[in-house]
């Protein structure tokens, strides 16, 4: 119950969050990642159909009709199977991944250390002051 | 009176152990989700290596684990969201790096699924791209990438000290 009721709040944060990039698509701040999109209400083009025959056949293509004008889409354009000669490519995203996350690491390392620093002289100093005992108030007249 | 007492303290002692087990189950469910999430982001992030057919289907695998993830830490959003103020500095950063890790992957997925030339059409749903949601998918992978790796090195001492649990635990004895 309790695990159905968090993932519809995730649902939901996950709904509000594509809604954001579909106002974004609409909006004329589309044009700052792309700006060759067309301005809002313009011959935009994109659209979710229904495939009417069941794709999976190379050669199979599907002409679309949108907004802009007529695309041709193949629904298997590629086949699949690993690139294994491209595992620079893997390597590469690994790497990044790893430089980051050690830049992270050290950074925290580093004010962990300085934090520790800092309590160790407050300790000692405390500690000098303790050991030192009472010190004697100024000498008044009698 | 005396000869009641034990009772009670057994069964809190059971409950305890009870709570103990399911809390370490749940950290070993966490530690391997996420360790699967980082994996399967990486490769598919890895364009060249995995090829299009791969790439796409990791991708939606990937859009479905991750709102188990955030489901899974939806006590922890609700909680540090609400205490946000009062929280310290690094607890305010681990926060605006999630929120905008949930951005940045939401928006990753979902234009992934707007360009799929694959996977959505497999499933019979045609999907034609626009300039937007390609660049869209592109951007925020990138943003993806940078921030993933901040998200794991923030918890690096959680991950540190639940992967020296699972490495030291000897084999074929639970842990209690």
């Known amino acids: 119950m309790k695990f159905t009721r968090h993932l519809a709040a995730a649902l939901l944060a996950v709904t509000v969050v594509v809604a954001l990039g579909v106002a974004w698509e609409h909006s004329s701040a589309a044009r700052m990642i792309a700006p060759s999109v067309p301005a809002p209400g313009g011959p935009g083009f994109r659209k979710l159909i229904k495939a009417p025959s069941a794709p999976g056949s190379h050669g199979d293509f599907q002409v679309i009709r949108g907004r802009g004008g007529v695309r041709v889409v193949h629904p298997q354009p590629e086949s699949g199977g690993l690139n294994v000669s491209d595992l620079q490519n893997l390597t590469r995203t690994a790497e990044i991944e790893a430089a980051i996350a050690a830049v992270v690491v050290t950074l925290s390392l580093i004010r962990r250390s300085q934090r520790r620093a800092r309590t160790r002289a407050r300790l000692r100093t405390a500690g000098q002051a303790a050991a030192a005992g009472p010190q004697p108030g100024p000498e008044t007249a009698d | ?176």
Do not use: K, Q
Request: aromatic share 8%; with cysteine; proline share 4%.
């Open chain 2, 1 to 176: 009176m005396t000869d009641l007492e034990p009772g009670p303290t057994l069964d809190t002692a059971t409950a305890v152990t009870t709570r103990r087990r399911r809390a370490l189950a749940r950290t070993r469910v966490d530690f391997w989700l996420d360790a699967t999430i980082l994996v399967g982001f990486i490769l598919a992030y890895s364009f060249g290596f995995t090829g299009p057919v791969i790439h796409e289907w990791l991708g939606l695998a990937l859009g479905l684990v991750l709102l188990v993830h955030l489901t899974l830490h939806w006590d922890w959003v609700v909680r540090t969201t609400r205490r946000l103020v009062t929280r310290r500095g690094r607890d305010r950063v681990i926060w605006l790096v999630n929120l905008a890790l949930l951005a940045a992957m939401t928006l990753c997925v979902a234009s992934g699924i707007v360009i799929s030339r694959v996977a959505m059409p497999t499933l019979g749903i045609l999907t034609v791209s626009t300039p937007f949601w390609n660049r869209l998918h592109i951007l925020t992978a990138e943003i993806t990438l940078g921030l993933v790796p901040v998200h794991a090195a923030l918890r690096w001492r959680w991950i540190v000290s639940v992967a020296r649990h699972l490495v030291t635990r000897r084999p074929g004895r639970r842990s209690r």
